[in-house]
């Protein structure tokens, strides 16, 4: 355990569906970060929030919906996918302020997201 | 805008040896901390091993350690007496230390897939 968690760990949805994942983090950091990671590519970083707002939108599909409703909790809301968007999506923390740049992310396990 | 190059997609080591695994940076800053991360068959991204650049001393965690050439833009990790535990991704990073909007984010190479073999 590393002090992220992610939720859930495997998910199959179907294009009309409509899932959220979800990610949760009590080690007191300000920042959090959604990536996404598929095969043979580098990992992609998707949306960063510092102190529950949105600093940082990579050009995602607004297809995916995130949420951070206060500090520790994230949410990746997810509504009429496509195949492509199939890949590992990872949840990460970070501190923010002076220094916090030495201490890298806390990522999750991910949620392995299948769409069919 | 800094970049992270892994070279070597693939490499192996026989159980018990030693394997280095090559990462260059380019960036024009002169602050700044490096990472490698693991990312084994269960998927947890896990921080192995961090250094600030200004620090010339190697940093080491145990079996692991690095070679920082800051001159060469050169960060390359050093697992010791490797161990079937040790299969994995293994991800080279750059972090700015200037607190201004997207300089704080990771900036990743492509990964290097590790096999260690009994």
């Known amino acids: 355990e590393t002090g992220v968690t992610q939720t859930p760990r495997h998910l199959v949805m179907g294009m009309t569906n409509k899932k959220s994942l979800k990610c949760e983090q009590h080690?007191?950091?300000?920042?959090m970060y959604w990536y996404k990671q598929s095969a043979k590519k580098p990992l992609e970083l998707m949306f960063v929030?510092?102190?529950?707002?949105?600093?940082e939108n990579n050009s995602v599909p607004s297809r995916f919906s995130p949420e951070c409703p206060n500090s520790s909790h994230l949410f990746l809301h997810l509504h009429t996918l496509q195949p492509e968007d199939s890949a590992l999506y990872l949840c990460?923390?970070?501190?923010?302020?002076?220094?916090?740049?030495?201490?890298?992310?806390?990522f999750g396990s991910g949620t392995r997201l299948t769409v069919v | 805008a800094q970049t992270v190059t892994q070279s070597q997609p693939e490499m192996s080591v026989q159980e018990a040896e030693t394997v280095t695994l090559s990462c260059t940076y380019d960036?024009?800053?002169?602050?700044?901390?490096l990472f490698w991360y693991k990312q084994p068959p269960s998927r947890q991204m896990i921080l192995v091993i961090r250094q600030e650049a200004y620090k010339q001393q190697n940093a080491t965690e145990n079996r692991f350690s690095v070679n920082f050439q800051k001159a060469a833009k050169s960060f390359s990790l050093k697992i010791s007496d490797s161990q079937l535990g040790d299969a994995a991704m293994y991800f080279c990073?750059?972090?700015?230390?200037?607190?201004?909007?997207?300089?704080?984010?990771?900036?990743w190479g492509l990964g290097t897939s590790l096999a260690v073999n009994p």
């Open positions: 960036t024009s800053e002169s602050d700044y901390y």
């Open positions: 929030y510092n102190f529950k707002e949105q600093t």
């Open positions: 080690l007191g950091h300000n920042a």
């Open positions: 990460a923390s970070s501190p923010t302020g002076t220094g916090g740049a030495g201490y890298g992310y806390t």
């Open positions: 990073a750059y972090r700015s230390t200037y607190n201004a909007g997207n300089n704080r984010k990771l900036i």
